[in-house]
């Protein structure tokens, strides 16, 4: 069975930084991965996603802030969080989309499997 585990978050002040990680179990994966985010009360909103090929894309707001990265190799996906802002808090999902490509727009419909998520909180 494929599974999502996130792993990474915490608790930090504004201008830290954290390193989330997501460990895709139960198969290879070389498909499209990406990092979701959801506040209390609030639509679920795509972050960062990267294709097969290690093309990225990323939401306007963290451009410059935050690095999705894979290695296939490890089966993991990670996100460097940088210059976090209290805006930042969230709960932060990854999610893997069933094709290579990712798409513009980072459809949460897009992506069939999730992780359980991971808690960011960022104090001012």
């Known amino acids: 069975q494929v599974q999502l585990v996130e792993s990474g978050g915490g608790s930090v002040q504004a201008g830290g930084s954290l390193r989330l990680s997501c460990v895709v179990t139960?198969?290879?994966?070389?498909?499209?991965m990406g990092w979701f985010r959801q506040a209390p009360g609030m639509e679920r909103e795509g972050v960062a996603v990267?294709?097969?090929?290690?093309?990225?894309m990323y939401v306007d707001s963290v451009k410059g802030r935050f690095t999705v990265s894979r290695d296939n190799a490890e089966n993991t996906l990670s996100l460097q969080m940088n210059s976090l802002k209290p805006d930042d808090t969230a709960m932060y999902f990854c999610?893997?989309?069933?094709?290579?490509?990712?798409?513009?727009?980072?459809?949460?419909?897009?992506?069939?499997?999730w992780g359980q998520g991971t808690q960011v909180t960022v104090s001012s």
């Open positions: 999610a893997r989309r069933n094709f290579r490509n990712c798409r513009p727009g980072f459809l949460s419909a897009d992506f069939g499997l």
């Open positions: 139960g198969t290879r994966n070389s498909l499209c």
């Open positions: 990267i294709d097969s090929d290690s093309r990225t």
